[in-house]
């Protein structure tokens, strides 16, 4: 398909457990972002990527929690001994490049840490 | 720091009828975008419309029109002609600066419940 990507869409771990979560952007796509969005609330920022470069890390909310996106194209995030608290949906959200305001989202992986 | 406001956590409207999401912002840059987004159940975030702090004319994407007041700092959200398929979380949004993708601020949403 043409939209952005991302696998599984839904994610059970054990408290302590690694979790690795996958976003495919649209092709060509320079700019990608990671958010983290509790039950009801708003999307949280996370962490962005300008192809390969990781250019914002602020919203990481701790150690524990990692991106990479070696090829500028996929993007990974890793999110290591899960906690309750981590539980969440991870929207993936990628646009054409730093001077297009348009963010696509992709349908978000559903973290629930038991 | 930008923060976002969204003081309507459910709204009902009759179908066919037109219905204002509220939004207020808080920011200190004097550029920077507006951006409302749709959330059906489904979960995907879905752009509608985006405003710019020097775009001069308010926004509208066909039923969708954004009522930017920068003096008083809100950008409320109007759907005319609301239809079932409009029910769903709605989520306005701030980016700094103005065109510029970078990492947008949400809001806490509104859920929007059309009725036939």
């Known amino acids: 398909g043409a939209g952005v990507s991302q696998s599984p869409r839904y994610k059970v771990a054990k408290r302590g457990q690694d979790v690795a979560l996958r976003c495919d952007p649209i092709?060509?796509?320079?700019?990608l972002f990671w958010y983290q969005q509790a039950l009801g609330q708003g999307p949280e920022f996370l962490t962005y990527?300008?192809?390969?470069?990781?250019?914002?890390k602020s919203g990481l909310p701790s150690d524990r929690f990692f991106a990479e996106r070696p090829e500028g194209s996929v993007s990974t995030l890793k999110i290591q001994r899960t906690q309750q608290e981590d539980s969440a949906v991870y929207l993936c959200a990628s646009s054409l490049g730093p001077g297009n305001y348009e963010q696509y989202f992709g349908p978000g992986t559903r973290l629930t840490v038991t | 720091a930008q923060k976002i406001t969204q003081t309507q956590p459910g709204m009902f409207v009759q179908e066919k009828e037109a219905v204002t999401l509220d939004c207020t912002y808080d920011t200190s840059d004097q550029s920077y975008g507006l951006f409302w987004y749709k959330q059906p159940s489904s979960g995907e975030m879905i752009f509608l419309i985006y405003q710019g702090s020097y775009d001069e004319q308010n926004a509208t994407e066909g039923r969708y029109s954004l009522n930017f007041q920068k003096a008083r700092k809100s950008a409320n959200l109007v759907i005319s002609a609301s239809q079932l398929g409009d029910s769903a979380m709605y989520f306005c949004?701030?980016?700094?600066?103005?065109?510029?993708?970078?990492?947008?601020?949400f809001g806490s949403g509104t859920q929007l419940t059309v009725l036939p």
């Open positions: 092709s060509g796509h320079v700019s």
């Open positions: 990527f300008q192809n390969e470069a990781q250019l914002d």
């Open positions: 949004a701030l980016t700094k600066p103005s065109g510029s993708a970078r990492q947008l601020t």
